[in-house]
């Protein structure tokens, strides 16, 4: 038995809204061939050509190791190439290829739609004030994971 029950969680209601966007977003990726960890490299990697694989999971929230799997898959696809870094030969440098903005494009405008549909469920306000609540959940969140990382 616990002694806070699930509904009064609002980790359960973050945790039901990212899995929903995930099946949805994973649904509407499916036909441009791509998942939705690796849109979300390719679309960190068209705001930020040439970026390296640990910065682009930092952006992406997964770890180096997570990323060079994903990135792996891109470059095996003909999606991304890789280059070593101009000042540092240790360090590649991650481009869309033609063939990646192609399928970056197809993807982006899938997701895009998912976008719109979840935006057209709420008023402005609705969304503003959602963005805002989300927000301060995630900076919550942030803060708690801290005060325990202080405390180890």
Not at 21 to 28: D, I, S, W
Not at 61 to 80: F, K
Not at 88 to 109: F, K, P, Q, S
């Amino acid at each position: 038995m616990t002694s806070m029950p699930a509904a009064e969680r609002i980790g359960s209601y973050v945790k039901r809204a990212e899995q929903a966007l995930a099946m949805a977003k994973n649904a509407a990726l499916k036909p441009a061939g791509v998942t939705v960890p690796q849109y979300s490299a390719l679309l960190f990697l068209v705001e930020n050509p040439g970026i390296s694989a640990a910065a682009l999971a930092r952006l992406c929230g997964v770890t180096p190791p997570t990323m060079n799997t994903i990135l792996t898959n891109l470059q095996d696809r003909g999606l991304i190439e890789r280059s070593p870094h101009a000042w540092h030969r240790n360090v590649l440098e991650t481009r869309l290829t033609e063939r990646g903005e192609e399928v970056m494009r197809d993807a982006d405008a899938r997701a895009i739609r998912v976008e719109h549909a979840v935006a057209a469920a709420f008023t402005a306000d609705e969304r503003a004030t959602l963005e805002t609540l989300l927000t301060r959940c995630a900076d919550a969140y942030d803060a708690t994971r801290a005060e325990g990382d202080s405390k180890s």
